[in-house]
């Protein structure tokens, strides 16, 4: 059986202008053409057709910076125990699901629950997004470890490095996450100051490339990066320092090191005037945020390729409000369609997985959302779900609206409903 959605404008999560009275035709979860209807000559099989009365279609959205065991807490404690802590994931990854975000890379999981919680999704046993994990955060001995107890890792020494990278393979980790530089969500914490040396950084890499691992770097400060860079990371996690030295900034261009600027959560924090946050958490993020701004303005004018990370978990930055991160990376500096490539074609290359993700085109998975106004009008409306009429994943409608009058024959087995 094919799904044939037509009358569609097509936004494919290439940098291709949107096409008006386009047509997708979907075959066994993936895409079997995206295009003009005139290109396409017609289905063999039985087919479901879906009039979609013009409605703008583009690739499920994809955020590349997530915590599941964060719910937004002022305070960013995210303790829980385990039982709490599946269901709390859980519940947090559907809320990415049923807001468009198809895909989700976890980078800073709790005591390895998030990999039953993949388990259970791609079993089919709950609706959930694709995922890919890092287990936790390998850091050296500081402050943070104390207060992300669970979260953490800490490694001091290459052969400690070496043994906390297995850990994280051994429990399934598609990526390694390494904490390079002090961090703005620690109290104390010197989000400037390089914590690992270099020997360290390599091995970690050294061995995560051993078992075919990427590595994403936690990195702030400027120095940082820069051994990070040299160590052969694939993605640089905020980058806030980068306005300091644009040498840097032309190594990531040339060697095509992502960024990933994370902007949403020192907004959120600063726009909120929530009196409930630390004291400490809001000055160090006022502090930090034009700065973060600059960087990835910098980055995307030299070239650097940039992927979406909302770091949703983080205070006040809550699941579900991904979107959001995409306007606020056009705010910074960057053009609609390319801040919305960030969140899929793109994406999908930071992680790894564009040949089969990510882009709207003939072979890939038929992930996809349908919102009802033009997003690179307002991209905004890629945070609104009341723009948002459904969301497919591997062709079938996995969240829509109560209301919606679709094909029984296109639906998952279970569905989420969008609010
Ligand atoms: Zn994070």
């Not at 209807?37 to 039985?46: A, L, M, R, V």
């Not at 390895?112 to 046993?125: K, L």
């Not at 900034?249 to 990933?260: H, V």
């Not at 959302?369 to 890629?382: C, K, T």
């Amino acid at each position: 059986m094919d799904i044939l959605l037509k009358n569609l404008t097509l936004i494919d999560g290439t940098r291709r202008a949107p096409q008006e009275n386009a047509v997708l035709v979907i075959r066994d979860g993936k895409i079997l053409y995206a295009g003009a209807s005139s290109g396409w000559s017609g289905s063999q099989e039985e087919v479901v057709n879906l009039d979609l009365g013009g409605h703008f279609t583009l690739p499920g959205l994809i955020d590349t910076h997530v915590h599941l065991a964060g719910s937004g807490e002022v305070d960013s404690q995210f303790r829980s125990e385990s039982g709490a802590m599946a269901l709390k994931m859980l519940s947090n990854a559907q809320k990415n699901l049923a807001a468009g975000i198809t895909t989700v890379r976890d980078l800073g999981g709790w005591n390895e629950v998030e990999f039953i919680v993949r388990d259970w999704i791609q079993r089919r046993e709950f609706p959930g997004p694709r995922m890919s994990l890092a287990g936790r955060f390998i850091s050296i001995t500081e402050v943070g470890a104390d207060y992300y107890e669970g979260m953490y890792r800490v490694a001091d020494g290459v052969d400690e490095i070496r043994k906390a990278v297995r850990e994280q393979v051994k429990h399934g980790a598609d990526w390694i996450k390494i904490g390079v530089t002090g961090a703005v969500l620690v109290e104390h914490g010197e989000p400037g100051l390089t914590h690992f040396n270099e020997d360290e950084i390599r091995a970690l890499v050294e061995e995560s490339t051993k078992f075919g691992r990427p590595v994403a770097a936690h990195a702030h400060g400027v120095d940082g990066i820069h051994k990070a860079i040299r160590a052969g990371v694939r993605t640089i996690e905020h980058g806030t320092f980068l306005f300091q030295d644009p040498a840097v900034i032309q190594l990531m261009a040339e060697q095509g090191i992502f960024l990933i600027p994370t902007l949403k959560v020192g907004w959120d924090i600063i726009l909120a005037k929530d009196s409930n946050i630390p004291a400490w958490i809001l000055e160090k993020n006022k502090a930090t945020q034009g700065e973060a701004e600059l960087s990835l303005k910098l980055a995307y004018e030299a070239g650097v390729p940039i992927a979406m990370g909302s770091d949703v978990g983080t205070p006040l930055n809550f699941h579900g409000e991904n979107g959001l991160e995409i306007y606020w990376m056009q705010q910074a500096g960057m053009s609609a369609i390319d801040a919305l490539v960030a969140a899929t074609g793109n994406a999908a290359r930071a992680l790894g997985w564009d040949s089969w993700l990510g882009t709207l085109e003939t072979g890939k998975a038929a992930d996809l959302i349908v919102v009802d106004a033009n997003p690179l009008e307002d991209l905004r409306i890629l945070a609104d779900q009341n723009h948002l009429q459904f969301v497919m994943k591997e062709g079938q409608v996995a969240a829509c609206h109560a209301e919606n009058d679709l094909p029984p024959a296109l639906f998952a087995e279970q569905v989420l409903l969008i609010q």
